[in-house]
Structure formats: C-alpha cells, structure tokens
Nanobody, 121 residues
Framework: QVQVVEFGGGLVQAGGSLRLSCEAS????????IGWYRQAPGKQRELVAV???????NYADVVKGRFAISRDGARNTVSLQMNSLKPEDTAVYYC???????????????WGRGTQVTVSS
C-alpha cells in the first residue's frame, strides 16, 4: 500500500501563485509516475501534470508555461508550482501515484484526498 498526502492549496486572486506538495509513503519502491490531477465542479477529473521516475513530464495544454512540476525521488515527494492562476484553475487538486507492482509491469494507482484551490477573479 501507498499513502498519499497533499499539502498546500487555498484561496488566491487571479494572477497569483500557489504551491502544492505531495508526499507518498509506504511501499514506494515501485513508484513509476507521480503528479497531479484536478476536478472542477460538474467536470471530470483531468490531468494537470505528472512526472515519471525517468524525469519525463507531461502537462495539460491549459497549464503549460504557467505550472511547473518537480519531483524529489529520494523523498517520494512532488511539488506543483502554479503561477498566473486563473479562475478556471479552481478545482480540487489530487495527487496521483502509479506504482509498478510486479515484473510484468502491472500497476496500481493511488490517490490523495485532494486539496482545494480557489482562484478569485
């Protein structure tokens, strides 16, 4: 099992910045991908940014150039620096961890409980 805990979030005005952090603990040796998804009211959960164990990153087009993800593999933590925030960035942000569980490459996904980010106009 992997436990996932998010830190950060809150209320910020449009144009402002926030930093989210996430820490994974437990059986973390097989972590392959870690990152962030978000879900706004009435919408499906969507990818924000993730980073693999090899350092590859994937960002949603709508956050490219504004958000930056960074990972500390030794500590199994990931941070998301969010700049130039817009009201449409308002959502619950969830930390996501993908763990490879066997030699065949089977994986399991783990999620944090989420943290609210609200951007006022």
């Amino acid at each position: 099992q992997v436990q996932v805990v998010e830190f950060g979030g809150g209320l910020v005005q449009a144009g402002g910045s926030l930093r989210l952090s996430c820490e994974a603990s437990g059986k973390t040796s097989g972590i392959n991908t870690i990152g962030w998804y978000r879900q706004a009211p009435g919408k499906q959960r969507e990818l924000v940014a993730v980073v693999t164990s090899g350092g590859s990153t994937n960002y949603a087009d709508v956050v490219k150039g504004r958000f930056a993800i960074s990972r500390d593999g030794a500590r199994n933590t990931v941070s998301l620096q969010m700049n130039s925030l817009k009201p449409e960035d308002t959502a619950v942000y969830y930390c996501y961890v993908k763990v490879i569980v066997n030699i065949e490459g089977a994986s399991r996904d783990f999620w944090g409980r989420g943290t609210q980010v609200t951007v006022s106009s």
